[in-house]
T-cell receptor, first 114, second 115 residues
Framework: DTGVSQDPRHKITKRGQNVTFRCDPI?????LYWYRQTLGQGPEFLTY????????KSRLLSDRFSAERPKGSFSTLEIQRTEQGDSAMYLC????????????FGDGTRLSIL | AQSVTQLDSHVSVSEGTPVLLRCNYS??????LFWYVQHPNKGLQLLLK??????LVKGINGFEAEFKKSETSFHLTKPSAHMSDAAEYFC?????????????FGSGTRLQVQP
């Protein structure tokens, strides 16, 4: 169990640029989740995949955000035309399928918009 | 709908004294409840989970939580605080409603441990 891996750990970009983050889940986990955490708050759910299917999306996920998991393994989260309000920690988690399976989190990607 | 309220944003204890972090939840279905801990600039680590089995749940590092349905509470306790326990703690609910897998987090409680 090597844990959930996220890349990059930090991303600084100018407003209006596009950014992409990557998440590699624990290998035997077929569910993958994205959350966003702003300073002083708990994480907020963005979206989740079961294998390659995106099954749930939060209203927080505006049309500037897109997530993919093309082969049911790693996932990418892209933010287009970044805005100041996108500055946050983006957390990825994975879990096994089934009831009550806990989600295991990566260390996150911290995004700073200049 | 599901929600979580963490009743204290900051708790400060002395090393060796008990810890109590309070959490109340709301859920339309039978909930699963979790406590996660987050150290600075790190991801979240699962401390313990409640999934409708025993109401007293034991977790890692000496932490426990008790599910009380009548009070809709899931408070986290530890008999004796250690300096390494200083971190942010999140109470989390998942209501297991059909098709939903999202976790709902509380706003967090920052635990300080004084020497």
């Amino acid at each position: 169990d090597t844990g959930v891996s996220q890349d990059p750990r930090h991303k600084i970009t100018k407003r209006g640029q596009n950014v992409t983050f990557r998440c590699d889940p624990i290998s035997e986990h077929n569910r993958l989740y994205w959350y966003r955490q702003t300073l002083g708050q708990g994480p907020e759910f963005l979206t989740y995949f079961q294998n390659e299917a995106q099954l749930e999306k939060s209203r927080l996920l505006s049309d500037r955000f897109s997530a993919e998991r093309p082969k049911g393994s790693f996932s990418t989260l892209e933010i287009q035309r970044t805005e100041q309000g996108d500055s946050a920690m983006y957390l990825c988690a994975s879990s096994r399928q089934g009831e009550y399976q806990p989600q295991h989190f990566g260390d996150g990607t911290r995004l700073s918009i200049l | 709908a599901q929600s979580v309220t963490q009743l204290d944003s900051h708790v400060s204890v002395s090393e060796g004294t008990p810890v109590l972090l309070r959490c109340n939840y709301s859920s339309s279905y039978s909930p699963s409840l979790f406590w996660y801990v987050q150290h600075p600039n790190k991801g979240l680590q699962l401390l313990l989970k409640y999934t409708s089995a025993a109401t007293l749940v034991k977790g890692i590092n000496g932490f426990e939580a008790e599910f009380k349905k009548s009070e809709t509470s899931f408070h986290l306790t530890k008999p004796s605080a250690h300096m390494s326990d200083a971190a942010e703690y999140f109470c989390v609910v998942s209501d297991q409603s059909p098709g939903r897998r999202a976790l709902t987090f509380g706003s967090g409680t920052r635990l300080q441990v004084q020497p």
